[in-house]
């Protein structure tokens, strides 16, 4: 019986206009009247997990900026903030990439020192909680996790120029135009794990969706994770299935129907 629903939204329970599916509200009722927990894991800082899902925001598990903080009923579970030391050389390295942003992270707002048209409409894309300000080195808050917008492509392009920093701290592709810099003891496989442990639940009795290499680690605590139809192929491997529909097609909720709905056998 699954007792736990862990889904990345962009690329996996959202569309590609990145909406929330009509089918998706009556489906969580029925899944909270059941018992199950359900979570959202997502690069996407907590104030864009509040906009999207206002009416349920206090009954689910909110994990934001790939597992850097975790609310739940308005009450802060875990919250592990970049080392300043590291923002700088971040920074720095990010500015010397061709046709590529950094972003800093924050609980609140996020920080941009560009305002180039093609970065502010991407952000505008996720939330309009950003700050443009001359220097992110300069920058006197907390940041969960920084981000780079990549118009030439994170794999391809940013990823190979922060290969260095990997060991100190997690380097993960969030999209194809995103990488995502967070701590080492800070993903959505840890946030997870995080879960199960607080709820006595086990790999046997969670479920977990995802899209891209910011998903990865969670598909390694679940016995029953999907990766999506369109996922990046690397995902495939991780994970035990995958969807028979995409994002655009609503595939995690065809399967959360299946599997804790409608009660049907359980994949092997």
């Given at each position: 019986?699954?007792?736990?629903?862990?889904?990345?939204?962009?690329?996996?329970?959202?569309?590609?206009?990145?909406?929330?599916?009509?089918?998706?509200?009556?489906?969580?009722?029925?899944?909270?009247?059941?018992?199950?927990?359900?979570?959202?894991?997502?690069?996407?800082?907590?104030?864009?997990?509040?906009?999207?899902?206002?009416?349920?925001?206090?009954?689910?598990?909110?994990?934001?900026?790939?597992?850097?903080?975790?609310?739940?009923?308005?009450?802060?579970?875990?919250?592990?903030?970049?080392?300043?030391?590291?923002?700088?050389?971040?920074?720095?390295?990010?500015?010397?990439?061709?046709?590529?942003?950094?972003?800093?992270?924050?609980?609140?707002?996020?920080?941009?020192?560009?305002?180039?048209?093609?970065?502010?409409?991407?952000?505008?894309?996720?939330?309009?909680?950003?700050?443009?300000?001359?220097?992110?080195?300069?920058?006197?808050?907390?940041?969960?996790?920084?981000?780079?917008?990549?118009?030439?492509?994170?794999?391809?392009?940013?990823?190979?120029r922060y290969k260095g920093f990997e060991g100190r701290l997690?380097?993960?592709?969030?999209?194809?135009?995103?990488?995502?810099?967070?701590?080492?003891?800070?993903?959505?496989?840890?946030?997870?794990?995080?879960?199960?442990?607080?709820?006595?639940?086990?790999?046997?009795?969670?479920?977990v969706f995802g899209d891209f290499m910011n998903d990865y680690e969670m598909m390694q605590t679940a016995?029953?994770?999907?990766?999506?139809?369109?996922?990046?192929?690397?995902?495939?491997?991780?994970?035990?299935?995958?969807?028979?529909?995409?994002?655009?097609?609503?595939?995690?909720?065809?399967?959360?129907?299946?599997?804790?709905?409608?009660?049907?056998?359980?994949?092997?």
């Open positions: 019986m699954i007792k736990l629903i862990v889904t990345d939204l962009d690329g996996t329970l959202l569309n590609d206009n990145h909406e929330v599916p009509d089918r998706f509200w009556k489906i969580a009722d029925r899944l909270f009247d059941k018992g199950i927990k359900f979570g959202i894991a997502t690069g996407r800082p907590h104030f864009s997990i509040t906009q999207k899902f206002p009416t349920i925001i206090n009954r689910l598990y909110a994990i934001s900026d790939n597992g850097s903080l975790i609310m739940h009923d308005q009450t802060e579970l875990l919250s592990t903030s970049l080392p300043k030391h590291e923002i700088e050389a971040l920074v720095m390295t990010a500015r010397s990439i061709d046709n590529a942003w950094p972003l800093l992270c924050g609980r609140d707002e996020w920080y941009l020192e560009n305002s180039d048209e093609s970065l502010v409409q991407a952000v505008q894309t996720y939330h309009s909680n950003f700050k443009i300000v001359d220097d992110l080195t300069k920058v006197d808050a907390p940041i969960l996790k920084m981000t780079i917008f990549d118009l030439t492509g994170s794999e391809q392009n940013s990823y190979p997690k380097i993960a592709t969030g999209g194809a135009k995103w990488l995502d810099i967070t701590r080492t003891d800070a993903n959505k496989g840890k946030a997870v794990q995080m879960l199960q442990s607080l709820n006595n639940i086990g790999p046997d009795e969670t479920l016995t029953y994770s999907y990766a999506m139809k369109n996922a990046n192929p690397v995902l495939f491997e991780a994970a035990n299935f995958v969807t028979e529909k995409d994002n655009n097609e609503g595939g995690i909720l065809d399967v959360i129907e299946s599997l804790c709905l409608n009660e049907a056998k359980m994949p092997r």
